[in-house]
């Protein structure tokens, strides 16, 4: 079993900072891909940010320059942290990674519960 634990969200003022954490625990062979993901009502789920193991990253071009992703591999564990926070951030932020359970096992998709982040003043 592989678990995806989000922690992180709140409320926040425009302009204010959040940072997310989403640790992997479970049965762990290697962790390919870490990613963020962020849904509002009605509207289908969007990428926010991705980091490979090797450290190569995508930011969504709505969230670059504000919002950075990073990972420590040792922890299994994805951050993000998000600067300079506007109405439109608010959403479910969602954690997923794309892993392998086993040597011999094909990559996975396994997602966190999601956390709440609400920019409000």
């Known amino acids: 079993q592989v678990q995806l634990v989000e922690s992180g969200g709140g409320l926040v003022q425009p302009g204010g900072s959040l940072r997310l954490s989403c640790a992997a625990s479970?049965?762990?062979?290697?962790?390919?891909?870490m990613a963020w993901y962020r849904q509002t009502p009605g509207k289908q789920r969007e990428l926010v940010a991705s980091m490979t193991y090797g450290g190569s990253t995508v930011h969504a071009s709505s969230v670059k320059g504000r919002f950075t992703i990073s990972r420590d591999n040792a922890k299994n564990t994805v951050y993000l942290q998000m600067n300079r926070l506007k109405p439109e951030d608010t959403a479910v932020y969602y954690c997923?990674?794309?892993?392998?359970?086993?040597?011999?096992?094909?990559?996975?998709?396994?997602w966190g519960q999601g956390t709440q982040v609400t920019v409000s003043s």
């Open positions: 997923s990674a794309e892993l392998r359970t086993h040597s011999y096992a094909a990559l996975g998709d396994y």
């Open positions: 479970g049965s762990i062979f290697s962790i390919e891909v």
